[in-house]
């Protein structure tokens, strides 16, 4: 039997409803497998633990969480704390620290839903964003001075650096390489901005040289932009900057038919430089307009688990539920409103958990 610790951090606002589907489905896989077992532990950080304590997470929160197989969370922000507050408390310091600079988000129209696009259907809307996670525009480099004067400053550097570049390219190239993926697109800006993403350019052009299999080409984020709504079917691996991927890929999830879908791992590939658990997370954030009212869709929260399934190893559990999740997206039956639908965010979850029931998970 094999053992995984995985630290559970539900977060804000519908981070609880989603994540606690997600838990429950991910333990009924382990039971139905019979072969892996998840051995969890669910913390309290968030906003709400801010008001009481003054910080977002624990002083020793990463050396806790450090010690973990894997993070399991639901969403970060709620409007009781400032939203730069609640990301740079919990989020952005758990990236950084554990230097987990892949953020992979693949973006695929599932069966039986539908995106915005007319004449896109799930053969055109499939490819993965691959975001740099730990510096560029979410450095964190900046300052403000003169603070209420009218000769108030402030200034948010993003930092580039050959490093980060490099293994963020080279992760995208090996990615579509072991994927059978034909091409990867970069997201730029270097024509406004003359140095980083002129650096990301040529870091781009020579590891792509070092990938003559594989198509490249590139382009201005907001000519980028209008390409994944108007050529989507063009893009197989997409690879940008941390800004850039994060808007990009709300823009994928709106291509997906609901924010409420898309999923996402945060890792570190390299094992020899690996310094702590991977992290996985719906693209979503914590919708305080439906927190607490058990409507939110849980399948960006179920994908992101199976993603973790994946990344842990275990292959076969993870293949059961992406079926089971495209089997209750394709009936068409269970659909929450996001989706245009009236199921609650725990229907949802019962009818992925029966359609995994009706399968095989061995490994
Ligand atoms: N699912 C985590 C979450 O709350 N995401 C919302 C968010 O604002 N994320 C910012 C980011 O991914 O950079």
Known sequence: MRHYRIAILP???????????????????????????????????????????????????????????????????????????????????????FDLYVNQRPIRLLPGTEGPLRGHGPEDIDFICIRENTEGEYAGVGGRSHRGAPAEVALQTSVFTRRAIERIMRYAFALAEREGRRKVTSATKSNAQQYGPVLWDEIHAAVAAEHPTIETD????????????????????????????????????????????????????????????????????????????????????????????????????????????????????????????????QEMGDAIRAALRLQEVAS
């Open 11 to 97: 977060g804000d606002g519908i981070g609880h409803d989603v994540i606690a589907e997600g838990l429950q489905t991910l333990q009924q896989l382990a039971e139905l497998s019979g072969d892996f077992r998840l051995d969890t532990e669910t913390f309290p950080w968030g906003c709400e633990y801010y008001l009481q304590h003054g910080r977002m997470m624990s002083a020793d929160a990463l050396k806790i969480i450090e010690e973990f197989d894997a993070i399991y969370l639901g969403a970060v922000g709620f409007p009781s704390v400032p939203d730069h507050i609640s990301l740079w408390g919990m989020l952005l310091p758990i990236r950084q620290s």
């Open 218 to 345: 590139k382009w201005h984020i907001d000519a980028l932009a209008a390409r994944f709504v108007t050529h989507p079917q063009t893009l197989d691996v997409v690879v940008a900057s941390n800004l850039f991927g994060d808007i990009l890929t709300d823009l994928g999830g709106a291509l997906q038919g609901s924010l409420g879908i898309p999923p996402s791992a945060n890792f570190n590939p390299d094992a020899a430089t690996r310094r702590g658990p991977a992290m996985f997370e719906p693209v979503h954030g914590s919708a305080p307009d439906i927190a607490g009212k058990g409507i939110a869709n849980p399948i960006g929260a179920l994908w992101s688990g199976q993603l973790m399934l994946d990344y842990l190893g275990e292959h076969a559990a993870a293949t059961a539920l992406m079926r089971a999740i495209e089997t209750v997206t394709a009936a068409k039956q269970v659909r929450t409103p996001d989706l245009g639908g009236r199921a609650t965010t």
